[in-house]
């Protein structure tokens, strides 16, 4: 069965700490995505990567950083959080630009 | 610039009725993609059903079924005899072009109450 695996499923930090969200996924899959969702606003897009070390920016970059060192692997790096970033965080992979993506349980951020 | 619309922020049905779910995309790509999810209170994101812009055919997998008109650019989502499984979040969203990013655009997302 087909996994993406996000290290936790809530998190409560503070105001100014460095956070990490780290995501693996077993299939093989070029592409990872991470998302951030919001009632009313869909997900959007933070960040992807089509290759080890290759990202690049989604639609909401600011305040967010990643990392991919490893094809299976992708970490999402909040510098320094903000109340404002309190949400719901949807990691994801996919096989090719065309393919549905697959998605994990998501982590509920809560920023304090 | 893509844009997915689902206008329906909430929807409640008693179980057995039927319910559509709307989607309506934007796009200057001849070629893309529209996708379905599902996300149940668990909150991992189902995958439904994928299409491409040049299959217009309809679907249908049991009580699910997808209606996709390129004319009036819809991707609607139709339940027939709703059960109280089919309770989630619905989402619609869109990837375009042939490029292999894979990228997607979702719309706000409807959530389906199904009440017994």
């Known amino acids: 069965d087909v996994k993406v695996t996000q290290s936790s499923r809530y998190l409560v930090k503070r105001t100014g700490e460095k956070v990490f969200l780290e995501c693996v996924q077993d299939m093989d899959h070029e592409n990872m995505f991470w998302y951030r969702q919001d009632p009313g606003l869909g997900l959007r897009l933070i960040y992807f990567?089509?290759?080890?070390?290759?990202?690049e920016k989604g639609d909401i970059p600011e305040g967010y950083s990643v990392s991919r060192e490893k094809k299976e692997r992708f970490s999402l790096i909040l510098e320094s959080a903000s109340t404002n970033q309190t949400s719901m965080y949807l990691c994801?992979?996919?096989?090719?630009?065309?393919?549905?993506?697959?998605f994990g349980q998501g982590t509920r951020l809560t920023v304090v | 610039a893509q844009k997915v619309t689902q206008a329906q922020t909430e929807i409640s049905v008693v179980e057995k009725e039927d319910v559509t779910l709307d989607c309506v995309y934007e796009t200057r790509d001849t070629t893309y993609y529209l996708f379905w999810y599902k996300q149940p209170p668990s909150g991992e994101l189902v995958f439904l059903i994928r299409r491409n812009s040049f299959d217009e055919q309809n679907e249908i997998s049991g009580r699910y079924s997808w209606n996709f008109q390129k004319s009036t650019s819809s991707f609607n989502f139709t339940i027939t005899a709703s059960q109280v499984v089919d309770s989630a979040v619905y989402f619609c969203a869109l990837t375009w072009g042939s490029s292999n990013t894979g990228k997607l655009i979702f719309g706000q997302g409807t959530t389906l109450q199904v009440k017994p």
């Open positions: 994801a992979s996919s096989l090719g630009g065309q393919t549905e993506a697959f």
């Open positions: 990567s089509y290759d080890v070390k290759m990202k």
